[in-house]
């Protein structure tokens, strides 16, 4: 059987619907099966929101969608560092409390190498640039750094999961999803570049391991399909 080539896979990825990539990155959430569906599904469209409407908050008070600019604003010291794995798990960039956000160098190269050679086959159009990658990946993180500031009055950290509760003892928890997918949002809305920043997931792994990116688009692709099956039924 052919292999689905990175072209074909990028031309789909555009079409997927923001619900679409919300439940994807539920999928990956340990906490998914304690909320119902119809709870996901409803956390997605109000990640999505809270992304959006902060990234508009932030453009308004620097005139600006250069997240570098942002950064600088915000007293934020952004870097490329050489570090990949962090707890034994690969990243494409991360925000170090209280002031650092660091985007992986290797990424980054493996990135433009993957670009030059799109752009030697002339597909460039259909693949963010090297510049926009970076873009995504500060405005991303720079999310997670006003989670921080305002996690008081930030829908990501007041949406919680109760795990527990003994007598007047209880544990309640944030969920990763909830928080990535607005920082995908607000890196979207903010930076005003033309795709979902979830296809990253997809492009970036690309570099490093093509079978487990295919794997990644391949998941992606099911909860579509199974949702347009999910659609066609309850029409009919």
């Not at 997240?67 to 952004?78: C, K």
């Not at 640039?129 to 930030?154: C, K, M, N, Q, S």
Request: charged content about 30%.
């Amino acid at each position: 059987m052919e292999e689905i080539t990175l072209e074909t896979m990028m031309r789909n990825m555009r079409t997927v619907d923001d619900m679409t990539w919300g439940r994807y990155a539920f999928s990956r959430d340990i906490l998914r099966d304690r909320v119902t569906p119809e709870g996901r599904d409803e956390m997605i469209r109000k990640s999505f929101d809270c992304g959006a409407q902060w990234a508009e908050q932030m453009r308004a008070r620097t005139g600006t969608s250069d997240p570098f600019t942002l950064a600088r604003d915000l007293d934020l010291e952004a870097v490329e560092s050489d570090r990949s794995m962090t707890g034994g798990r690969v990243v494409f960039a991360q925000f170090v409390p209280d002031k650092r956000i660091e985007i992986m160098s290797d990424t980054l190269d493996a990135y433009a190498d993957l670009y030059q050679k799109q752009t030697a086959n002339k597909r460039a159009v259909l693949f963010p640039t090297p510049g926009e990658v970076r873009a995504l990946l500060l405005a991303h993180e720079i999310f997670h750094y006003v989670e921080e500031v305002h996690a008081g009055d930030i829908y990501t950290r007041n949406e919680t999961i109760r795990l527990w509760k003994v007598l007047c003892f209880k544990n309640d928890s944030t969920i990763r999803a909830v928080s990535e997918i607005a920082s995908m949002s607000f890196a979207r809305t903010f930076t005003k570049i033309d795709c979902n920043p979830f296809i990253l997931d997809v492009l970036l792994f690309f570099g490093r391991n093509p079978m487990g990116a295919r794997s990644i688009y391949a998941d992606v692709m099911e909860i579509l399909s199974s949702a347009k099956i999910q659609e066609k039924v309850e029409t009919n």
